[in-house]
């Protein structure tokens, strides 16, 4: 089993900027087994994946509506993660979940399909 844990999600004015956290726990969790990645569920609206770690030399991955605006990285030897939201909009308004891929699948755009585990979700909202 893998645990995810998020942290950082709250209130903030359009234009702010919020940093988000995830810690991986668990007896079968590895960097090299899963890639730690992002996915939001706004209001409405399906899941979608914001961005993602990919394996060996691969750039993260972006959803273009995030490009340019949000960065993630990690740190391994703390097996956690990160996004850092800037310029933030109302329409990223959304659930933030930390979601752990098996490394096999780390390639490419993120699918909610391929994901194993989920964290809780941690709430961002944007006021205008």
């Known amino acids: 089993q893998v645990q995810l844990v998020e942290s950082g999600g709250g209130s903030v004015q359009a234009g702010g900027w919020r940093r988000l956290s995830c810690t991986a726990s668990g007896d079968t969790y590895s960097n090299s087994r899963y890639c730690l990645t992002w996915f939001r569920r706004a209001p409405g609206k399906e899941r979608v994946g914001v961005a993602g770690m990919r394996v060996a030399n691969d750039p993260p991955y972006y959803h273009d509506s995030v490009k340019g605006r949000f960065t993630i990285s990690q740190d391994s030897a703390k097996n956690s993660l990160y996004l850092q939201m800037n310029v933030l909009k109302p329409e990223d308004t959304a659930i933030y979940y930390c979601?752990?891929?098996?490394?096999?699948?780390?390639?490419?755009?993120?699918?909610?399909?391929?994901?194993?585990?989920w964290g809780q979700g941690t709430q961002v909202t944007v006021l205008s």
């Open positions: 979601a752990a891929i098996p490394a096999i699948y780390c390639r490419g755009p993120l699918y909610e399909g391929e994901v194993r585990y």
